[in-house]
């Protein structure tokens, strides 16, 4: 089984703000790499995938980076809405997704 | 656009079959590069995938739950299902359906987009 990691587990950060959050997988997955936002009571939303892709819809100032085990969701400035649980999670295997990372307001 | 709901029992006994139903609308489950996906989160915690079905009736099990899952498939209802078996109350949790986006040429590169809006789902007596 591949194990996915994340860091941190959460974060309080500022409207404005550049947000980094980091995803490791137990071993290279090449780029199969996916992120999704989850607010509290919905369900999980696709924001990237195949590690740097942009879903359609989903604002700009999301971006995707990295290949092999590590990996990188990046918000360049945070907006109000963007306050949420972000998740990634490999498709090289049996699909498994990180523990989360909470951003909430600082 | 492709939507998906969620639907079934809330309550489910110990050491009964527990059994859902993804309705997908806004166009048919057999169109497409598609797979159709259950995952599960138990309240404040993570997203746990359990498996996933192509219209060929083709599935693939999180093999965790591999001996208690079957996922089925009825096209003419636009349906797919989930049963799970012997459940525990390490069973409850919001149960997701989703489609699976899949690069043909590479079907490591899949996706899960959309997510219905999930349904809980409580194993207690």
């Known amino acids: 089984d591949i194990q996915m990691t994340q860091s941190p587990s959460s974060l309080s950060a500022s409207v404005g703000d550049r947000v980094t959050i980091t995803c490791r997988a137990s071993?290279?997955?090449?780029?199969?790499l996916n992120w999704y936002q989850q607010k509290p009571g919905k369900a999980p939303k696709l924001l990237i995938y195949?590690?740097?892709s942009l879903q359609s819809g989903v604002p700009s100032r999301f971006s995707g980076s990295g290949s092999g085990t590590d990996f990188t969701l990046t918000i360049s400035s945070l907006q109000p809405e963007d306050f949420a649980t972000y998740y990634c999670?490999?498709?090289?295997?049996?699909?498994?997704f990180g523990p989360g990372t909470k951003v909430d307001i600082k | 656009q492709v939507q998906l709901q969620e639907s079934g029992p809330g309550l489910v006994k110990p050491s009964q079959t527990l059994s859902l139903t993804c309705t997908v609308s806004?166009?048919?489950?057999?169109?497409?590069?598609?797979?159709w996906s259950w995952i599960r989160q138990p309240a404040g915690k993570g997203l746990e995938w359990i498996g996933r079905?192509?219209?060929?009736?083709?599935?693939n099990y999180n093999p965790s739950l591999k001996s208690r899952v079957t996922i089925s498939v009825d096209t003419s209802k636009n349906q797919f299902s989930l049963k799970l078996s012997s459940v525990t109350a390490a069973d409850t949790a919001v149960y997701y359906c989703?489609?699976?986006?899949?690069?043909?040429?590479?079907?490591?590169?899949?996706?899960?987009?959309?997510w219905g809006q999930g349904t809980l789902v409580t194993v207690s007596s």
């Open positions: 989703a489609r699976v986006s899949v690069v043909v040429a590479v079907d490591m590169y899949n996706w899960f987009d959309p």
């Open positions: 806004g166009g048919s489950i057999s169109s497409g590069s598609y797979y």
């Open positions: 079905i192509y219209t060929s009736g083709s599935t």
């Open positions: 071993q290279s997955i090449s780029s199969y």
């Open positions: 195949a590690a740097s």
């Open positions: 999670q490999q498709s090289y295997s049996t699909p498994s």
